[in-house]
């Protein structure tokens, strides 16, 4: 097949090569995916300023400013406050695979949480999915976790 | 604030992909005509900003690519990212601190990059990016929420969508001019619930320029300034789990100060027209909502009042808006370029009659996290 080049007076240069990274996950990040490695549940970190719970744990308060310190353990559950059902392709830019479509991305307020921690929800009937469902993650099996936002599959609808 | 004008501007046309031009040719495009819009010469700009976006370019540093392109041999540059609109207000400050004239360029090619993954670069790579997040899906989030909130309808925001591709047909650089019904936007092809294509800006190619002045070169200038009258901006939390996606507090802030910098109590009653950065239809009514237009909660009813159609009290994006071209680096600069137009009597067919205080709002990061208001006036 004659390539685009072959074919027009404009030509042009294609990259195809990923540019990779090495990111550190940090002390709390990987506190993180320890505990769901570890007790299956999340952690999150709580402000002794204003007393909000944090997830993932994080080092500094926006609102307060101050250094957060106090890790509170959480559950495994949580409520939708928000969900798109995706209908386009996505290709991880981790693995290169291409995520199945179509695919529910939700907005989880987990149980003992203040802000709202994201992943997919494995639901994709709009009858069967709205706002204020509770969810329960559903981890990977413990021997093939990797300690990376994976370990979590997704969420699931319990109600 | 009075001592600094708006006295040249350009754009390109927008287009889906402009295959003759590398990021270079637009720029010089556009710079050789802002300078002919003011009737300056280059060795009048004493300070250069540019506007680009390492991912989008696909290179780092990726404005100095466009340094002589731009007339910056020599100047002092600098390279702000985002819609155009934060360069701006650099460039302001840059007139402001003691520089007599800065030309501020900005380009975006939409069409040569992947923007699924590089507005997935925007995102924690720990925490969000492996789990397909981008423009797109974030802004279906922040639109489930919205709608949710307020109990708004999906044809309630599709209205945005008819609207501005319909006023895009007076506005010779719009990518998209269409006549459509609310019927057409319903049924166009799902994106991300409850966002249909017809709700989502398109892929773009396009450069715009300004120059921003002082008073001894606004004297020398051609073209009628549009005074700078007040101008803010704001920025809220990065993560989007720790932001209340339907209530714009960012913009509300920016929006207040700008207001009470260019001396403005009630902006429904004291705005002749505004360019608001709407690259989805559901944004159009929430950010009228943060700049204090209307209540929160009530943006989607502006349409169906005649508020904000063209002929009716506040006209909002007589250009069309992002909606009908968003080359995302250039979008807001596009806006603030729309509002001095038309304060200058120059918006040609889409020209608000006697428009005199025109706002323009950019914003940068996703759902809006930062956002930068502008409030422009044809009189000192």
């Not at chain 1, 909000?52 to 250094?67: A, D, M």
């Not at chain 2, 992909?17 to 300056?40: E, M, N, P, S, Y």
């Not at chain 2, 609109?85 to 992947?114: D, Q």
Request: aromatic share 8%; charged share 20%; with cysteine.
């Amino acid at each position: 097949m004659p390539t685009e080049n072959a074919q027009g007076e404009l030509l042009k240069v294609t990259f195809t090569h990923p540019m990779p990274y090495d990111w550190s996950i940090g002390l709390y990040g990987s506190r993180f995916f320890q505990e769901i490695k570890e007790n299956r549940r999340f952690i999150g970190i709580r402000c002794h300023g204003c007393g909000l719970v944090y997830v993932p744990p994080r080092r500094v308060c926006g609102p307060c400013f101050t250094e957060l310190t106090e890790l509170v353990p959480l559950s495994d559950t949580g409520v939708i406050t928000a969900f798109s059902v995706v209908n386009y392709p996505f290709i991880d830019p981790n693995t290169g695979a291409q995520r199945p479509i179509p695919y529910t991305y939700g907005y989880i307020r987990l149980d003992g949480a203040d802000n709202i921690f994201s992943h997919i929800i494995n639901e994709t009937d709009l009858n069967r999915i709205r706002v204020g469902m509770k969810v329960r993650a559903v981890f990977r099996e413990t021997e093939k976790m990797e300690g990376n936002i994976q370990d979590i599959r997704h969420f699931q609808i319990i109600g | 604030m009075d001592n600094a004008a708006i006295v040249g501007v350009a754009q390109t046309k927008y287009e889906r992909r402009k295959k003759d031009q590398i990021f270079a040719d637009l720029v010089f495009d556009v710079t050789r005509a802002a300078l002919d819009d003011a009737g300056l010469g280059i060795d009048d700009i004493d300070s250069v900003v540019t506007v680009s976006n390492d991912f989008f370019d696909g290179r780092t540093i990726s404005g100095m690519a466009v340094g002589d392109a731009c007339g910056g041999q020599d100047k002092n540059i600098s390279t702000v990212s985002g819609d155009g609109t934060f360069g701006a207000f650099y460039g302001l400050m840059r007139v402001l601190s003691g520089y007599k004239a800065t030309i501020v360029v900005a380009h975006c090619k939409g069409s040569e990059g992947s923007l699924p993954l590089a507005t997935n670069g925007m995102f924690d790579p720990i925490f969000q990016r492996h789990l397909g997040i981008d423009a797109i899906s974030s802004a279906a989030i922040q639109a489930n929420v919205y709608l949710t909130r307020y109990g708004i309808r999906e044809e309630d925001i599709a209205q945005v969508s008819v609207k501005n591709h319909g006023n895009a047909r007076r506005n010779p650089f719009a990518q998209l001019p269409m006549e459509i019904t609310v019927a057409d936007v319903m049924k166009s092809r799902k994106i991300a619930e409850p966002l249909k294509l017809l709700d989502c800006c398109p892929i773009s190619d396009g450069a715009a320029a300004i120059i921003i002045a002082g008073e001894e070169v606004v004297a020398r200038c051609k073209t009628k300034p549009a005074w700078i009258k007040g101008v803010a901006h704001c920025s809220e939390d990065y993560l989007l789990g720790d932001r209340d996606l339907a209530n714009p507090v960012a913009l509300r802030d920016a929006a207040r100060r700008a207001y009470k910098m260019a001396g403005i109590r009630n902006p429904l009653a004291e705005i002749d027209v505004a360019e608001v950065l709407e690259p989805f239809s559901y944004m159009e009514p929430l950010w009228l909502e943060g700049l204090d237009i209307c209540e929160p909660g009530k943006g989607f009813r502006m349409i169906d009042e005649g508020v904000t159609v063209m002929g009716g009290k506040l006209p909002v994006n007589p250009s069309g808006g992002a909606l009908s071209a968003n080359p995302v680096l250039v979008a807001g600069l596009a806006r603030l370029i729309e509002a001095s137009l038309q304060v200058r009597g120059d918006a040609g067919a889409r020209q608000i009659k006697g428009a005199g205080t025109a706002l323009a709002h950019g914003f940068n990061g996703p759902c809006g996290q930062s956002h930068c208001v502008w409030i422009v006036g044809g009189n000192r």
